[in-house]
């Protein structure tokens, strides 16, 4: 069961602008930070935002995110067919001592 | 260009012992920490566990300790997951991934490797 919660579906067409949100349950999110993270069949998951809201270098800017004490969201403006797939969210957990992640939002360009 | 290089397929029975490793290049092999991540068919991403390749310390998440160990061989720049009796249940794709800010919080994971599908079938 994942610790991070996350809608298992997302859907836009062409242009639109979607949210994904990341989030703990009945509890705050809490301090650390949220990165994010796409995969597709067929290639290797790729990192989209660390430190809840940096971009690393490749990565369209129509990726952004952002973080308050309640949830992560995880916004893509200018959607496109390629922006298919599977997007997770990923922390630190304080408590377990370990990584965790979100249970993943599948997104679909329609 | 930092590459993280995997073996692709491996297929055991269960109970048999099973060790996958993953080669890092184009970095100072000890300065990241390195991770495993994996994903059964179908489900989402699980934390193995990571480790320090510089002392080789490893911190292992709550599901994965006492079942798998996680070593580093910084003669090679090569890390290795493995199992001394597979389950069924461990049929998944692993993945390395090095970890840039190691334990704790400002650490994320970049880049990751192609991954490993592992098959445990009688």
């Known amino acids: 069961q994942s610790v991070l919660t996350q809608s298992p579906s997302a859907s836009g067409t062409p242009g639109q602008r979607v949210t994904i949100s990341c989030s703990r349950g009945n509890s705050d999110i809490g301090s650390n930070t949220i990165n994010w993270y796409r995969l597709v069949p067929g290639a290797a998951p790729k990192l989209l935002i660390y430190n809840n809201d940096q971009r690393p270098s490749g990565v369209p800017d129509r990726f952004s995110g952002s973080k308050s004490t309640a949830s992560a969201s995880l916004a893509i403006s200018g959607l496109q067919s390629d922006d298919e797939g599977d997007y997770y969210c990923e922390a630190w957990d304080d408590s377990l001592n370990s990584v965790i992640f979100g249970g993943g939002t599948k997104l679909t360009v329609v | 260009e930092v590459h993280l290089v995997q073996s692709e397929v491996e297929v055991k029975k269960p109970g048999e012992s099973l060790k996958i490793s993953c080669k890092a290049s184009?970095?100072?092999?000890?300065?990241?920490?390195i991770g495993w991540v994996r994903q059964i068919p179908g489900k989402g991403l699980e934390s193995v566990g990571i480790?320090?390749?510089?002392?080789?310390?490893?911190t292992y998440s709550p599901s994965f300790r006492g079942r798998v160990t996680i070593s580093v061989d910084k003669s090679i720049n090569t890390t290795s997951l493995q199992w001394s009796s597979l389950r069924t249940s461990d049929t998944a794709t692993y993945y390395c991934?090095?970890?840039?800010?190691?334990?704790?919080?400002?650490?994320?994971?970049?880049?990751w490797g192609q991954g490993t599908l592992v098959i445990v079938s009688s």
């Open positions: 184009g970095y100072s092999f000890t300065t990241f920490w």
């Open positions: 480790v320090d390749p510089g002392d080789s310390y490893t």
């Open positions: 991934v090095r970890r840039p800010g190691g334990v704790g919080t400002y650490a994320w994971f970049d880049p």
